[in-house]
Structure formats: C-alpha cells, structure tokens
C-alpha cells in the first residue's frame, strides 16, 4: 500500500519555524518529483514547494520563497519543508505529494500520491 505520510506542524508564533516532514513507503520514490501543497479554509489547494528526483533542482512559490526550503532524502524515502520566519497568511493543511513521471510541476493534477496533510497554524 503505498502511503505518504506528513508530520512536524503545529501551533506556533509569528517568526519562528517548523520543519516537515514527508514519509513516503509502499513504493520506490527515488525517482519521484516531490512536493508540497497547502490549504487554508475556504480556499484552494496551492502549490509550496518542489523538488526534483535527483534533488538537485527546486523551485517554490513567491510567497515563501526565501523563507521556505524543500530537501528529501531518498535513502530514508522522506521529503522535508523547512519553514523559516512563518507569518500568519502561512497558515493552512501542507500536504505532501508523489508525481511517478519526475515532473516538477506546480499543479494538483500531475501528483499522483498524496498524504493526509498536517496542520499549521500561525498566530501574530
């Protein structure tokens, strides 16, 4: 069964930082295109973050840009975000997801797998 499975969000203040984390099993991910979406309430699922197989190309949405930081690790088959300077806006569900293909894509349709989701949640 393959599974994808997020940890690491919580309650936090404005500035500080999290770190999450992706396990990804049931599957060989290594040559899987990573990323990260997020939802608040009331809105659409957005597009975070992502990483390619190799790890060696990234690329992250405007707004976190700067702050926001995607690794993986494909001996441990997990992926990670690292949240830095959280704002409240930054507030929402993160999931994490699987293209099979490899494609960076920054849109919902191409991710094949996807996790549960964790919630983070931001207060000025």
């Known amino acids: 069964q393959v599974q994808l499975v997020e940890s690491g969000g919580g309650l936090v203040q404005a500035g500080d930082s999290l770190r999450l984390s992706c396990a990804a099993s049931?599957?060989?991910?290594?040559?899987?295109?990573m990323a990260w979406f997020r939802q608040a309430p009331g809105k659409e699922r957005e597009f975070v973050a992502v990483?390619?197989?190799?790890?060696?190309?990234?690329y992250s949405a405007d707004p976190v840009k700067g702050r926001f930081t995607i690794s993986r690790d494909n001996r441990k088959n997990t992926v990670y975000l690292q949240m830095n300077n959280l704002r409240p806006e930054d507030t929402a569900v993160y999931y994490c997801?699987?293209?099979?293909?490899?494609?960076?894509?920054?849109?919902?349709?191409?991710?094949?797998?996807w996790g549960q989701g964790t919630q983070v949640t931001v207060s000025s």
């Open positions: 990483i390619t197989w190799v790890g060696d190309s990234t």
């Open positions: 997801a699987a293209n099979r293909g490899g494609v960076p894509a920054t849109g919902v349709a191409p991710y094949d797998y």
């Open positions: 049931g599957r060989t991910f290594s040559r899987d295109a």
